[in-house]
């Protein structure tokens, strides 16, 4: 069951109060991921990373974890430093070059399979974050908790707030049908469950900062 929540309704703080929280050194999380665009996926999908800024992500990699057997079939190796607004996305590679992901920070091929599957965030060998996304009865699922759900082709998951990861990727996660690179997750769509757990926290993350350039 779903329920859809107004972008501009129940802000309990504001995003300059909720950046204010207290965040750990060098702290870093998924933050939005879309693996299946509408129509091509070339140049269409992307992973948004929420983070301390000036964060160096040399060393750091997404892996893509197969449902089926649990092998990791793709490693994309990160670089550069989160930005000043602590969100830094990582768009996928067009053939000829370049991305149609805005407020893309790293270009690379970070086309993820479609679920039930699982993506990791590691600093060097260490697991820092993941999320699995999908019905993973009979497979294995390499995310945190309960799995996120699979949305419809051009729709994303968003974390419902950047500065809190309780491990559990179904409460964590909504469904956006507009992606949004580049900009703090304001979730359109969230699974009832994490929308109770939301209001409770008082944490809706419900008004945007968008970058400038």
Not at 35 to 61: C, H, I, Q, R
């Amino acid at each position: 069951m779903e329920r859809f929540v107004p972008r501009t309704g129940l802000c309990a703080l504001s995003l300059s109060a909720l950046l204010s929280l207290p965040v750990t050194a060098n702290a870093v999380v998924i933050s939005e991921i879309l693996y299946d665009a509408s129509g091509t996926d070339a140049g269409n999908v992307f992973v948004e990373l929420f983070g301390t800024p000036g964060t160096d992500l040399a060393g750091w990699s997404l892996q893509g974890v197969n449902g089926g057997d649990g092998a990791t079939y793709k490693t994309v190796a990160l670089n550069g430093l989160i930005p000043a607004d602590g969100v830094f996305v990582v768009g996928d590679l067009l053939t000829g070059g370049g991305t149609n992901i805005v407020n893309a920070d790293l270009i690379v091929s970070v086309d993820f399979q479609n679920g039930p599957d699982s993506v990791r965030l590691l600093n060097g060998a260490v697991a820092v974050d993941a999320i699995g996304y999908g019905d993973f009865t009979g497979q294995i699922f390499a995310g945190e908790g309960a799995a996120a759900p699979d949305p419809a082709a051009g729709s994303s998951l968003a974390r419902l707030n950047p500065l809190l990861d309780s491990n559990n990727n179904f409460t964590d996660f909504g469904v956006l049908t507009t992606p949004t690179p580049g900009t703090v997750p304001s979730v359109a769509t969230v699974p009832l469950p994490a929308s109770l757990y939301l209001l409770g926290s008082g944490l809706a993350l419900l008004t945007t900062r968008r970058r400038t350039h």
